[in-house]
C-alpha cells in the first residue's frame, strides 16, 4: 500500500497569535525604542553640556540656560498635532524617518553655536524637528497591534527613556572627557556625537520600517491576515466604518474632557521629569563647592 501523507500542520489561532506578538516584539520595538533612546539623548544633551563649559563659554546666566531649555517645546508645541496629521496622511516609516534626520542635522548644528541667540533658534528648531516623533512612534507601535497588547508593547518602548539616562549620561560624560578631539572643546565633541546616529537611524528607518502589518514579508501570510483582521476590526467598531477615520476627528479630540484631563496629569509628570532632566547636571555640578569635594565628568555622570 502507498505510504499516507499527513496533511500540513496549522497552527492554532492562538499560536498564530503568539507568534505575530512576539516578532513584533522582537523586530519593530527594539528598534522603535533605540531611535526613542537617542531622541531623548538629544533633546536634553544640553543638560550635560551647560555645567560642563558651554554656559561659560557662552557667558550664560540660570535665566538664560532655562529660557534655552524651554524655548525648545515652543517650537515643539506648534508643530506637535500638524506632525501627527502628517505621519497619518505619508505613513509612519517616512514620517519618522524626516523627523530624524531633521533633527540630526540640527542637533548636530549645535556642535558651532557660540552665542545665545545662536542657542535659542537652534533649541527652537529642534523642538520644530523633533515634533510629532514620540506620539508618532506610540501610534505606529499601535498600528501594529491589537489594543490587549498594547500594554506589554508600549512598556517595552517606553524603557528606552530611564535607558537614556542609565546609559547616556554616562555616554555623554565620555565624550564631554575628549576635550580637543577635531579641535573641539568636550561639550561640542559631545553634540557631534550624539547627533550623528539620529541621522543614520533616520535612513536606515526609511528602509527598514513598514507602514501595515499587511505588507511585512517576515511574517507568515496567517499572522497578517490575523494581525490585519483583528485591527480592521478594532477600527471598524471605533470609527464606524471600517478603517476610516470619522470626520470632525480633530475636533472632536479638543473638546473631549478626557483629553484634557489627561493632557494635565501628563503635564504634572513631565514638568518634574524635565524640571530633573534640564538641571540635574548643574545641581550636581554645585555639589562640589556644597560639600568641598571635586567630580570628574565621568563622575557627575554616573551620579
Known amino acids: 500500500m502507498p505510504a499516507s501523507t499527513a496533511p500540513p500542520v496549522t497552527k492554532t489561532r492562538p499560536a498564530v497569535e503568539a507568534s505575530a506578538i512576539r516578532k513584533i516584539s522582537i523586530r ?24 560642563n563649559g558651554m554656559g561659560q563659554d557662552l557667558s550664560l546666566t540660570a535665566a538664560q540656560f532655562g529660557f534655552a531649555s524651554g524655548i525648545f517645546f515652543l517650537g515643539y508645541i506648534v508643530l506637535e498635532v500638524p506632525s501627527n496629521m502628517a505621519l497619518h496622511r505619508f505613513g509612519a516609516r517616512r514620517w519618522l524617518a524626516r523627523i530624524m534626520v531633521s533633527w540630526g542635522i540640527v542637533s548636530l548644528l549645535f556642535t558651532w553655536v557660540d552665542s545665545s541667540g545662536q542657542l535659542y533658534t537652534l533649541r527652537f528648531l529642534l523642538g520644530v524637528a523633533e515634533a510629532g516623533f514620540f506620539p508618532g512612534a506610540i501610534l505606529f507601535l499601535s498600528q501594529w497591534v491589537p489594543s490587549r497588547h498594547r500594554t506589554k508593547i508600549l512598556g517595552l518602548f517606553y524603557l528606552a527613556q530611564p535607558l537614556t539616562t ?33 541621522i543614520l537611524l533616520g535612513v536606515i528607518a526609511w528602509f527598514y520600517l513598514i507602514d501595515r502589518p499587511a505588507d511585512a514579508k517576515w511574517l507568515t501570510t496567517d499572522e497578517r491576515d490575523w494581525l490585519t483582521e483583528e485591527l480592521a476590526a478594532e477600527n471598524a ?7 476610516q477615520h470619522a470626520k470632525g476627528d480633530l475636533k472632536a479630540a479638543f473638546t473631549n474632557g478626557r483629553v484634557w484631563i489627561l493632557a494635565v496629569v501628563y ?31 565621568m563622575d557627575k555622570a554616573w551620579i
Open 28 to 51: 519593530l520595538v527594539p528598534f522603535v525604542a533605540l531611535m526613542f533612546f537617542v531622541n531623548y539623548l538629544d533633546r536634553t544633551a544640553v543638560s550635560f553640556a551647560e555645567p
Open 267 to 297: 503635564f504634572g509628570f513631565v514638568y518634574g521629569l524635565y524640571a530633573l532632566a534640564f538641571f540635574l547636571p548643574t545641581i550636581i555640578n554645585g555639589f562640589q563647592e556644597q560639600y568641598d569635594t571635586t567630580f570628574s565628568v
Open 237 to 243: 467598531d471605533k470609527t464606524g466604518h471600517q478603517g
Open 166 to 198: 542609565v546609559f547616556g549620561a554616562p555616554l555623554a560624560g565620555w565624550l564631554i572627557g575628549h576635550h580637543g578631539l577635531f579641535g573641539l572643546e568636550g561639550w561640542r565633541v559631545m553634540f557631534l556625537f550624539v547627533s550623528i546616529p539620529a
